[in-house]
């Protein structure tokens, strides 16, 4: 897209004051990063950890990165410095590999659990049953480097609007019911993309992930 800034306004200006809009910027180059950079926008989300170190030397130290992708745990290491939140921490072992690898860096970095909401086994995430057991076993909300802030989730790529909206409706949900047990920093309901994002805002979403309707279709 020739003007992402304008894009970006337009669906920044439709939303409440109070949500987190991430600019889902990967494969786009750092140019038009920059565009949006300049009038203000600070949240932007990578997807592979290589394209992400290559981006965050070029843009000023105030950015705030978001991975939103699936995130190795082979890759941990090399992404903690770099990211404001992870969006995907999908599994124990993850988590664990993050509680490891932020102690030997003294590195604070906030994080959302993935949960698997859609219908598609494609996609990545706690079942539902799989966190209520994991944060019945886990301490999570006293570690002075990895900060849970809250869940995200993908719905089914469908033109099943009702079946969405149950989805995201769920995901909600389980934030709730969590949130109990969670604390003051259990604020961040990840969920809602370019195609569901209306949906999403209607189910209680505090933060979209939105890529092709501000920058256009990928660049591969």
């Given at each position: 897209?020739?003007?992402p800034?304008e894009?970006?306004q ?11 809009l991430?600019?889902v ?12 950079y ?13 394209e ?13 990165w ?14 903690l ?14 988590y ?6 932020s ?5 604070e ?8 909401i859609?219908?598609e086994?494609?996609k ?36 099943d609007n009702a ?5 995201f409706a ?12 969670a604390g003051?920093?259990w ?12 949906i ?5 979403s ?9 920058f ?5």
């Open positions: 897209m020739k003007y800034e894009a970006y337009k669906i920044k200006n439709s939303l409440p004051n109070d949500l987190c991430v600019a910027s990967k494969t786009h180059p750092v140019e038009a990063i920059k565009k949006l300049e009038i203000g926008v600070r949240d932007f989300g990578e997807n592979k950890v290589q992400l170190s290559q981006k965050v030397p070029l843009m000023p130290s105030d950015t705030r978001h991975m939103i992708g699936h995130l190795q745990r082979n890759k941990v290491k090399q992404v410095p770099l990211v404001h939140l992870i969006h995907s921490v999908d599994s124990p072992r993850l664990r590999e993050l509680l490891k690898e102690e030997k860096q003294q590195t970095v906030g994080i959302l659990f993935q949960i698997h859609a219908q086994e494609s990545y995430g706690f079942s539902p049953e799989a966190f209520r057991e994991f944060i019945r076993k886990e301490v999570l909300f006293d570690h002075p480097y990895i900060k849970p802030r809250g869940l995200m989730g993908m719905a089914s790529l469908t033109e079946r969405i909206e149950s989805e769920f995901l909600k949900q389980l934030f709730e019911e969590t949130k109990p047990q003051t920093d604020k961040e309901l990840s969920m809602g993309m370019s195609q569901d994002y209306g999403a805002l209607a189910q209680g505090t933060m979209l992930r939105i890529g092709s309707q501000i256009g279709s990928r660049q591969y």
